[in-house]
């Protein structure tokens, strides 16, 4: 479960993100700026963090506010699963990442697992929809739902990317330092399940 300062913090910034984009009056305006600042300074207290990011996330976002989309591809070869280092922590995870605007969740996948790894792959199923706050990741600012695609893998080889300097495969009790914040051990195995079972239905929250 998520800290109550971060739920209270998130629902204020929604707050005041829903009330940005549809209040006209300037004094209205001011109002959900200021709710904005609160759910700014509520969320740096609570992460003992500094409050100049935290704005500056909060300040792009606009329109009505609803979870973010995260997309990661499960490839497997021979029992073994398609991991990517991210330079940002030195850990591993599934290839993906933020759903872009104008890609379909299973392009996204896709997408994202040609970058970052350097494979050519297929999405074949939707194995899991997740809300991310339930699966046990370290808490973020935003609320995410979290696709996993099942994919073929139809070629490619592994190289280096902007974000990831490094790709393999690994066996499920073989498996590296993960990138908890993008993916846990518990959905790794979960997804091996489904790879062994391709009739399973899509699990979701």
């Not at 739902?145 to 974000?163: D, M, V």
Request: glycine content about 10%.
């Amino acid at each position: 479960m998520n800290p109550q300062w971060l739920e209270w913090a998130r629902r204020l910034q929604a707050i005041s993100q829903n009330g940005l984009a549809y209040a006209s009056g300037p004094y209205d305006l001011e109002r959900y700026e200021e709710v904005r600042d609160i759910a700014v300074e509520m969320m740096a207290a609570g992460g003992a963090g500094d409050a100049a990011p935290i704005d500056n996330w909060f300040a792009r976002e606009s329109g009505y506010a609803t979870p973010k989309v995260d997309v990661r591809a499960a490839v497997f070869q021979e029992g073994r699963v398609l991991l990517v280092r991210e330079r940002e922590d030195g850990c591993w995870t599934l290839p993906g990442g933020w759903a872009d605007v104008g890609d379909a969740p299973g392009e996204a996948a896709v997408r994202e697992t040609k970058e970052e790894s350097g494979y050519d792959v297929r999405a074949v199923k939707l194995a899991m929809l997740y809300d991310r706050d339930r699966h046990g990741h370290p808490p973020i600012p935003f609320h995410a739902y979290k696709l996993f695609f099942l994919c073929e893998l139809l070629g490619g080889e592994a190289r280096a990317a902007g974000e990831t300097d490094a790709a393999g495969f690994f066996a499920e009790d073989g498996l590296p330092p993960l990138s908890l914040t993008r993916v846990t051990a518990e959905e790794i195995a979960r997804l091996f399940e489904h790879h062994r079972h391709p009739e399973w239905m899509t699990d979701f929250d």
